[in-house]
């Protein structure tokens, strides 16, 4: 099964695939002792990711290469956590995956040398304060005379929902992503929003500004139920450029409108796809590819709606013929 839609993992994604923002990211936040120690200019994206299906829903990763000074590989693994809420297991996570890296390696006869050294870091945006413990080993019953047999790790944390918003440092993309990843839970995101939008004005007259605001637009239409389309549609106009001596509002609501109906279309479609998949298996998510081709979210709802009473495939496939 594919990976459902999680507005989450698409909008880190979107801003921590962007090499500038990761080298900017790493260059502002990693300690010293690190920075110092690596070339963060070599860093790489890796298009792999290891996290396991059923946890899907809670985390989002991202691999990157790079190089110590001295020019020896080694990786930086970032494990996004997108729940309300630590994840006291999140060294064995952590210790799964990075176990995962380095077997991909070994099969990709990659260490002949040795192991390349990887850096687990985790970003989180939840309401409740991280409290979990930095290392493995705090997991496992033991004592001194035993610790020295268990495998133990520590990892970074950047807890970004309980920093002040003068501590999210960063050109304008990675900022606009700590800050909406910071509010996107909290009821005082409307008041917030127009600020943070507000910091894409410098780049609102290239094409690349533009496109991070729909992809803003799209994230917040499906990530958070704090903000409403007219508050969405105040906050967009802030941004936009001046013509006149006039807003153009106009722009500002075809903005937002088309990032509320992706928002719409991929959440229906994530719905669609966990109902098939529940309901009957594999066979139903080959229905799948053409019905990711349909763009009209009424008929969308009313494939949600069937698959809730279809007893069998063929119904499905009447509402979809039907409509067509």
Same mark, same amino acid.
């Given at each position: 099964?594919?990976k459902?839609?999680?507005?989450h993992?698409k909008?880190?994604k979107?801003v921590?695939s962007?090499?500038?923002? /990761?080298?900017?990211?790493?260059?502002?936040?990693?300690p010293v002792e690190?920075?110092?120690?690596?070339?963060?200019?070599?860093?790489?994206?890796?298009?792999?990711s290891?996290?396991d299906?059923? $946890?899907n829903?809670h985390?989002?990763?991202?691999?990157?290469? %790079?190089?110590?000074?001295d020019g020896?590989?080694?990786?930086?693994?970032?494990?996004?956590?997108?729940?309300?809420?630590?994840?006291?297991?999140?060294?064995?996570?952590?210790?799964?995956?990075?176990?995962?890296? !380095?077997?991909?390696?070994l099969k990709?006869?990659?260490?002949?040398?040795?192991?390349?050294p990887?850096?687990?870091?985790?970003?989180y945006?939840?309401?409740?304060e991280?409290?979990?413990?930095?290392?493995f080993?705090?997991l496992v019953l033991?004592?001194?005379a035993l610790?020295?047999?268990i495998?133990?790790?520590?990892y970074?944390l950047?807890d970004?929902?309980?920093?002040?918003?003068?501590?999210l440092k960063?050109?304008?993309?990675?900022?606009?992503?700590?800050?909406?990843?910071k509010?996107v839970?909290?009821d005082?995101?409307?008041?917030?929003?127009?600020?943070?939008?507000?910091?894409?004005?410098?780049? #609102?007259a290239?094409r690349?500004?533009?496109e991070?605001?729909?992809?803003?637009?799209?994230?917040?239409?499906?990530?958070t139920?704090k903000?409403?389309?007219?508050?969405?549609?105040r906050?967009?106009e802030?941004?936009?450029?001046?013509?006149?001596g006039?807003?153009?509002?106009?722009?500002?609501?075809k !903005?937002?409108?088309?990032?509320?109906?992706?928002?719409?279309?991929?959440g229906?479609?994530?719905?669609?796809?966990?109902g098939?998949?529940?309901?009957?298996? /594999?066979?139903g998510?080959s $229905?799948m590819? #053409?019905?990711?081709g349909?763009?009209?979210?009424?008929?969308?709802? /009313?494939?949600?709606?069937a698959?809730?009473?279809?007893?069998d495939?063929?119904? %499905?496939?009447s509402v979809?013929q039907?409509?067509?």
């Amino acid at each position: 099964m594919s990976k459902l839609f999680n507005p989450h993992d698409k909008f880190f994604k979107d801003v921590w695939s962007r090499q500038e923002v /990761a080298r900017d990211f790493l260059a502002r936040y990693l300690p010293v002792e690190l920075s110092g120690l690596l070339d963060v200019d070599s860093l790489e994206l890796s298009k792999d990711s290891f996290i396991d299906e059923s $946890l899907n829903e809670h985390f989002s990763d991202l691999l990157y290469k %790079i190089s110590t000074k001295d020019g020896m590989p080694a990786y930086v693994y970032m494990l996004f956590e997108h729940k309300s809420y630590p994840d006291r297991l999140i060294t064995f996570h952590l210790l799964r995956y990075m176990v995962k890296i !380095w077997d991909l390696g070994l099969k990709q006869q990659k260490y002949n040398e040795g192991f390349p050294p990887i850096i687990p870091l985790v970003l989180y945006h939840g309401e409740a304060e991280w409290k979990v413990a930095d290392n493995f080993i705090s997991l496992v019953l033991g004592n001194d005379a035993l610790n020295s047999y268990i495998p133990d790790f520590r990892y970074l944390l950047y807890d970004i929902s309980h920093k002040d918003d003068a501590e999210l440092k960063g050109d304008v993309v990675l900022r606009v992503g700590l800050l909406l990843f910071k509010y996107v839970f909290r009821d005082d995101l409307p008041e917030h929003l127009p600020l943070i939008l507000g910091l894409l004005k410098e780049l #609102s007259a290239k094409r690349t500004g533009l496109e991070f605001l729909e992809t803003v637009l799209r994230y917040l239409s499906g990530g958070t139920e704090k903000i409403d389309e007219e508050n969405l549609r105040r906050a967009v106009e802030t941004v936009l450029p001046y013509e006149g001596g006039k807003l153009m509002p106009t722009i500002a609501e075809k !903005w937002v409108e088309k990032g509320m109906q992706q928002g719409k279309l991929e959440g229906l479609l994530d719905a669609i796809e966990l109902g098939l998949s529940l309901k009957f298996g /594999a066979s139903g998510l080959s $229905l799948m590819p #053409s019905i990711r081709g349909v763009e009209n979210l009424a008929l969308l709802e /009313a494939v949600k709606e069937a698959i809730k009473v279809a007893k069998d495939l063929s119904e %499905i496939k009447s509402v979809l013929q039907s409509n067509n």
